[in-house]
């Protein structure tokens, strides 16, 4: 982290630990979820609002982040029968991603689209064996009207866009979506960041929210890479052999 983005990182982290104390102090979240992609009250009525969508309807191929808030929406799109690309922990390994093909699954799609369960069953795969994307489902702790979107912080989401961006996996034509519990839609701002991508489309247990339209990184931001994190994750080190250390 550069010394000139330390104070919009600060920013970031306090707006984070106000939504995770205001979902806790509502009991709309388990205790302790400090640090994660909060697993809210109502999450499963907001995949199936999700799945009413002309997005969904529209989409054949899903990348989906692998947190428990939007485990209902992974399974309800296996149980449609959309392909769900979802990201190994931590982008770790030379291929990144799970396919979860709906016409090979071994377990209940409940089961199927636990993350834990695409560990020991499903094969992975490079961004080159990967279709195009049509709908991306992910996390957030927070959301504004306008789209801009606060993660949990590690910033693997954001590399996750980046690499299927690069691939021409993502084109104008993906919608980003993300499920959350009202208490998460916020009016304050969010500070955003060059690497930070915009929310097309928010949903709530009860609301359906379509956001203004927004450039979106093109892709990786060598500059925004340390080399500690190049050095953890293959697919970045494999794209930038020759980058000097910081």
Known sequence: MSPSNLPVQQAKQQLRSRIWQTL????????????YIPDFTGADRA?????????????????????????AARALALTHGKTVYMAVPRLAGTRPFYLLDPTQLHQPPEQAALHQTAGRHAPT??????????L?????????????????????T?????????????TDHTTIAT???????????????????????????????????????????TDHLTTDLITAIPALSARQPHRKRR
């Open 47 to 71: 995949a199936a609002r999700l799945a009413a969508t002309d997005a969904w309807q529209h989409a054949h191929t899903i990348a989906a982040n692998p947190d428990r808030a939007q485990l």
């Open 158 to 170: 954001d590399l996750e866009i980046a690499l299927l961006t690069e691939a021409h996996l993502i």
């Open 136 to 156: 991306i489902i992910c996390g957030s702790v927070a959301v504004t009207p306008t789209g801009a979107r606060l993660g949990k912080g590690a910033g693997y």
């Open 179 to 221: 499920t959350i519990h009202p208490l998460q839609l916020i009016h304050d701002p969010i500070p955003e960041t060059p690497h930070d991508f915009p929310i097309d489309l928010i949903v709530t247990p009860d609301h359906t929210l379509t956001c203004p339209r927004r450039p979106r990184p093109t892709g990786l931001l």
């Open 24 to 35: 806790e102090r509502h009991h709309v979240v388990e205790d302790g979820v400090t640090g």
């Open 125 to 134: 795969v490079t961004t080159d064996q990967m279709q195009p994307i049509d």
